[in-house]
């Protein structure tokens, strides 16, 4: 069975203060690895995909890398507005109709 | 802009009530899914379909039904026999092409009176 862990569930830092998020996850055959990022009472806004060990993506504060085992979401300089729940999820090659397994989240806060 | 419209924001069931979310996309996406979130969970997948006419039962099929007569639309019915029915619904999109990211509305807020 696919799964996906996260850790810290909560995390809180000083603006400026950087760190990181990790995923976890078994999968048959890993066909993509997801990011999100969820503000209270939104949708999911898609971050990154990352599809193979090595493989790293980056967007303004954010960078995903990838292991064949976790992912790592590095928060570099964080401000206020990073402050938000964090989503991975995984789609496996071997699963029907490109599903997700989602992990529960980490909640980050980032105070001035 | 292309996206997701999901509504109502909010809606109250009755008990015994059935009651159906709406999901619309104009992205051009073959599939569409339907996901439950409670606090501290993760998204859990309802029902989900990869083309018209077709769809399958997700981890949590139970007391909710779906169709999907159009491509831009695929309605959650959650019924009388959903037990335990709050909760944050999520509708998402994406193309069948293997690895490709989900897209999500805004979500209906489903509550018991």
């Known amino acids: 069975e696919d799964q996906v862990t996260q850790s810290p569930e909560a995390l809180r830092l000083q603006e400026g203060e950087s760190s990181s998020l990790n995923c976890s996850y078994t999968v048959s055959g890993l066909r993509g690895l997801f990011w999100y990022r969820q503000d209270p009472g939104k949708g999911p806004e898609f971050l990154f995909t990352?599809?193979?060990a090595g493989e790293e993506k980056e967007k303004e504060r954010l960078k995903a890398t990838l292991t064949k085992k976790e992912s790592f979401l590095h928060i570099t300089a964080p401000k206020p507005e990073d402050s938000a729940t964090y989503l991975c999820?995984?789609?496996?090659?071997?699963?029907?109709?490109?599903?997700?397994?989602f992990g529960a989240g980490t909640i980050l806060r980032v105070k001035s | 802009d292309g996206g997701i419209t999901q509504s109502p924001k909010y809606l109250f069931r009755k008990e015994g009530q059935n009651v159906t979310l709406s999901c619309e996309q104009n992205l051009n996406h073959d599939a569409m899914y339907w996901y439950r979130q409670d606090p501290g969970q993760g998204l859990r997948l309802i029902y989900y379909s990869q083309i018209v006419n077709d769809f399958q039962k997700g981890d949590i099929a139970e007391g909710y039904s779906v169709s999907r007569e159009k491509k831009e639309s695929f309605p959650l019915t959650v019924t009388s026999a959903q037990k335990n029915p709050t909760a944050f619904y999520l509708c998402?999109?994406?193309?069948?092409?293997?690895?490709?990211?989900?897209?999500f509305g805004d979500g209906t807020r489903l509550s018991i009176l």
């Open positions: 999820a995984v789609q496996s090659a071997k699963e029907y109709g490109n599903k997700l397994v």
């Open positions: 990352l599809y193979s």
């Open positions: 998402a999109s994406n193309s069948r092409s293997a690895g490709q990211p989900q897209h």
